[in-house]
């Protein structure tokens, strides 16, 4: 039988390892249906850090990957390949996932298609669904600050990316400087929801710039000293005025490129798209043109092999399979 050829109820195990969620899908190729899905957290773990520890994720992935995937074995049979994110994230994460498609290719005779990361946030919006194309894309996570513009699962162009911190590390980092924990976006989100932001007043990043880019560093140093001339009574009102900059700042890039680049169908992913001010003050920025705003289910937002096993089917459509010797990890890799 030829590498890709289908036969009856078809399926493919996708694996995600790139961070610090641990997590295994099984989908349908003809019917693109979720079968299974599990995805275990590391966030109480790496609390106590404030931020993720990479040798401390990749250990806790260790353990939790071979037990979802005795969850899996009722499907061994149906399966006809093997998907892993490979590409980017924490190299040492990232081996943990590959190397158990390696096995799974080896012991059980299917090829492997390795998965782009960030691709795989694009198809998370496409989840038991047909994609929806062209298609311009907001990701938004702890890694991650990108416009892009999505043709197909081909032809996907970044038009522009974060120059220092991301939008969700920006949170990660207040909530850290203001001794809340991690992950801090849903944090400073609830935090933020009991201030005003008129209390506090930061100057949104780059906001003189033509440039269609993003940046969170000065505002994160302002919040830094706002923090440190104040007091906890204060951290609800300085949450609220941060999140607020945090977004206007991504309103206005995406007004000055929508002058030359009106949307039609566009896209917020990745775990930061969860926040719900966020997609309120793109949704009111969108209704200006007429445009679509498609999101993906909160489950679906952060890290989750769901997504990885939907976008697995294009590349199984397209054939797209690696030798094993082939697949490596690439931490730092560029969509």
């Given at each position: ?19 610090d ?25 790496h ?9 401390l994720?990749?250990r806790l ?5 071979p ?7 009722p499907?061994?049979?149906q399966?006809?390949?093997v ?9 040492v994460?990232l ?11 080896l012991?059980?005779?299917i ?5 782009h990361?960030?691709?795989g946030h694009?198809?998370?919006l496409f ?8 298609l311009t ?7 991650h600050t ?16 974060t120059?220092d911190?991301?939008f969700?590390?920006?949170?990660d980092k207040?909530?850290?400087m ?9 944090v400073i ?18 906001w ?14 302002q ?5 440190e ?21 991504l ?6 490129y929508?002058?030359t680049h009106?949307?039609k ?19 009111i920025?969108l209704?200006?043109?007429?445009a679509?705003?498609?999101l993906?289910?909160l489950?679906f ?8 096993g ?13 030798q094993i010797n082939?697949?490596?990890i ?6």
């Amino acid at each position: 039988m030829a590498l890709g050829q289908r036969v009856g109820d078809t399926m493919i195990l996708s694996i995600e390892s790139s961070c610090d969620d641990s997590s295994i899908a099984i989908t349908e190729i003809s019917t693109k249906k979720l079968i299974y899905h599990k995805k275990i957290s590391q966030e109480l773990e790496h609390s106590r850090y404030g931020g993720v520890v990479p040798e401390l994720a990749s250990r806790l992935h260790a353990l939790a990957l071979p037990a979802i995937l005795e969850e899996c074995k009722p499907w061994f049979g149906q399966l006809k390949a093997v998907a892993v994110t490979n590409a980017p994230g924490l190299g040492v994460t990232l081996i943990e996932g590959v190397v158990m498609a390696k096995a799974l290719s080896l012991s059980l005779n299917i090829p492997i298609l390795p998965i782009h990361h960030l691709k795989g946030h694009i198809y998370s919006l496409f989840i038991e669904k047909e994609a929806i194309f062209p298609l311009t894309v907001l990701l938004v996570s702890g890694g991650h600050t990108q416009l892009i513009v999505a043709e197909n699962y081909d032809t996907m162009e970044t038009i522009a990316t974060t120059m220092d911190d991301s939008f969700g590390e920006s949170f990660d980092k207040v909530a850290k400087m203001m001794s809340l924990g991690y992950p801090g976006g849903p944090v400073i989100e609830k935090l933020a929801s009991n201030g005003d932001k008129s209390k506090f007043v930061f100057t949104v990043p780059l906001w003189q710039s033509p440039l269609i880019a993003f940046s969170y560093s000065g505002l994160k140093n302002q919040v830094r000293l706002a923090i440190e001339a104040s007091t906890p009574v204060d951290y609800p009102n300085i949450a609220a005025a941060f999140q607020q900059t945090a977004i206007e700042h991504l309103t206005q890039k995406l007004k000055k490129y929508f002058k030359t680049h009106k949307p039609k169908n566009f896209a917020i992913v990745g775990g930061a798209s969860a926040n719900a001010t966020l997609r309120s003050n793109i949704e009111i920025l969108l209704a200006q043109y007429s445009a679509s705003l498609l999101l993906a289910p909160l489950e679906f937002c952060s890290d989750n092999a769901a997504m990885i096993g939907r976008c697995a089917i294009e590349a199984y459509d397209r054939g797209d399979f690696s030798q094993i010797n082939d697949i490596a990890i690439h931490p730092r890799c560029k969509l």
